[in-house]
């Protein structure tokens, strides 16, 4: 099974409209556009599971693919645009949510094909002997980070924050995690309330000690003066594409 990152950046994405910075140019240059944060688990049949919904083109991504579920991490346009979308679908398509009641737009008034299911904290789904469990994160909107067990690996998506409760913190401690990605929306010089930097997601990511660590939710204005300093971080930022086995 792979687990792979439909997009690793922010709302804006990289490049950013009508920004000519160093970064944004490069992803022109290759062709690249990295849209906001999400992945997807591809099981053996074919079919996948979705973490995050955010992917514009979702649909079309997946066109033809049985989605089996969609773990969703919290109500923010850029986590779940893709549904707009998706629930024309003639499939009908579970999504796990955070106990948030406002959602998004007109999500919740015109449901069609989406059947929401709300998740508790630390309350696990089983989906083909794929285990997820509901991690709770503190962002401006309800949050829930996903702990995704495969028979190989365990695997942290974790995205949004400002913070992580103590209570997750010492769920994520006693996990053996083999890959963990963090939000690192910011440079340790931007105050925030919603998002860490690449600071303090280091320091949490070294208390967790998982076996990899990794950055995400990031703009280009957050890595340029990584690029342009040349400093090298313990946990990389990761791009669009960036895919483990699982
Ligand atoms: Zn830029
Ligand atoms: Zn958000
Ligand atoms: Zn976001």
């Not at 992917?55 to 991504?61: E, F, G, N, S, V």
């Not at 083999?178 to 930097?197: C, I, M, Q, R």
Request: overall charge negative; some cysteine; charged content about 20%.
């Amino acid at each position: 099974m792979k687990f792979e990152f439909l997009g690793t950046a922010d709302t804006g994405g990289i490049p950013l409209h009508q920004c000519y910075c160093v970064v944004c140019e490069e992803a022109r240059a290759k062709g690249v556009s990295n849209r906001s944060t999400s992945a997807y688990l591809e099981l053996d049949d074919g079919s996948v599971i979705l973490f995050d919904a955010g992917y514009d083109i979702l649909c079309d991504t997946f066109n033809t693919k049985r989605i089996r579920a969609v773990f969703l991490t919290h109500f923010h346009a850029d986590h779940c645009l893709g549904l707009i979308r998706l629930r024309k679908s003639v499939d009908t398509i579970t999504c796990y949510i955070p106990n948030d009641t406002e959602g998004f737009g007109d999500l919740f008034i015109h449901k069609d094909s989406i059947a929401y299911n709300v998740l508790e904290p630390f309350v696990s789904v089983e989906i083909e002997g794929i285990k997820v469990v509901a991690v709770p994160l503190l962002h401006s909107k309800l949050t829930h980070g996903y702990v995704i067990f495969t028979k190989k690996c365990t695997v942290a998506y974790l995205t949004d924050c400002a913070s992580i409760p103590e209570a997750s913190l010492t769920y994520l401690k006693a996990q053996t995690i083999d890959h963990l990605f963090l939000d690192a929306a910011y440079t340790p010089w931007f105050e925030s309330k919603k998002h860490l930097n690449w600071e303090s997601a280091g320091e949490y990511i070294d208390s967790i000690s998982p076996k990899n660590g990794y950055l995400i939710h990031a703009s280009c204005k957050t890595v340029m003066p990584l690029k342009q300093s040349g400093i090298l971080l313990k946990y990389p930022y990761i791009d669009k594409g960036f895919r483990i086995e699982v």
